[in-house]
């Protein structure tokens, strides 16, 4: 616990000395996130990157877990989606849906529901001198 104690100081000393000749990369993705300009004092911009490197440990274990998440979780989505999609095909391609459907008619007449009514026929429309034209003869 100690050596973790002293590990995390090092990291926090190594990036405040960043921090002071304004090399430290590392708080400069954090001020881009932020949205921060750094700061012109050099006690702030030391400060901070003691901080973030002393708090580097935890941020580093934070993202892993995240990006350990987030993979499984697009695995099980992955898997999750194979299993659909394969439900679906057996649903389309092998169940026999006219078949079922047969019955399922014949059901619903002995139950009393009547079937879908039928939507009247449209009229016909005249016939007008592109339609007359056949289909060998070239239209001007």
């Known amino acids: 616990m100690i050596l973790k104690l002293i590990g995390m100081i ?3 000393i190594l990036s405040a000395a960043l921090s002071y000749y304004n090399k ?3 708080v400069g993705v954090f001020n881009d ?3 921060r300009e750094e700061d012109e004092k050099a006690a702030a911009r030391v ?6 490197g002393f ?3 935890f941020y580093f274990v934070l993202l892993l877990t995240g ?6 979780f697009l695995i099980v989505a992955g898997v999750i989606a194979a299993i659909i999609f394969v ?4 649903t389309e391609k ?3 849906s006219e078949w079922v459907g047969d019955i399922v008619i014949g059901l619903f007449k002995k139950v009393g529901l009547s079937g879908v009514p039928e939507p009247p026929a449209e009229p016909a429309s005249p016939i007008t001198a592109q339609d007359a034209d056949k289909p060998g003869e070239p239209k001007e």
Do not use: D, T
């Not at 990006?67 to 499984?72: M, N, S």
């Not at 439900?87 to 057996?90: A, P, Q, S």
């Open 47 to 52: 400060g901070r990157g003691f901080f973030y």
């Open 24 to 26: 430290n990369y590392y």
């Open 10 to 12: 090092l990291l926090g």
């Open 55 to 57: 708090f580097f440990p």
């Open 87 to 90: 439900l679906v095909m057996i």
């Open 94 to 96: 092998i169940l026999p």
């Open 67 to 72: 990006l350990v998440f987030l993979i499984a």
């Open 33 to 35: 996130i932020l949205g």
